[in-house]
């Protein structure tokens, strides 16, 4: 097995099992309060379809030691940390959040 160089890679069936939950439940956006309307949990989750679901992390990955975690994979994998939003929400916020590397984070969209 190879360590991906992202954490967040790593905890791929906790990330599933959340995102189930989350359709279960219906859950709104966390970040536009459904402002865009409700998240379209059946859709692919990528930049193609800007009202899938993303898991958000409230405490950036990249900052987990101002938080009082013990590693980047404790703050990634931490699911008090995580709430739904739309993946353009999502988006959006780490390109706020992480300027340095939004432009890796949100791959080659042109958001
Ligand atoms: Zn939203």
């Not at 402002?35 to 930049?47: F, K, L, V």
């Amino acid at each position: 097995m190879t360590r991906g160089p992202d954490p967040r890679q790593r905890n791929g069936n906790a990330r599933r099992k959340a995102a189930k939950r989350y359709a279960a439940m219906g859950a709104p956006c966390a970040l536009c309060g459904g402002r865009r309307g409700p998240i379209d949990y059946a859709a692919p989750r990528n930049h193609l379809f800007p009202l899938s679901l993303a898991i958000d992390e409230r405490i950036p990955v990249s900052r987990w030691s101002e938080f009082g975690y013990d590693s980047p994979e404790d703050c990634a994998t931490d699911v008090s940390n995580w709430q739904p939003a739309h993946w353009i929400c999502n988006a959006i916020a780490s390109d706020k959040r992480k300027p340095v590397h939004a432009a890796r984070d949100v791959g080659s969209g042109t958001f």
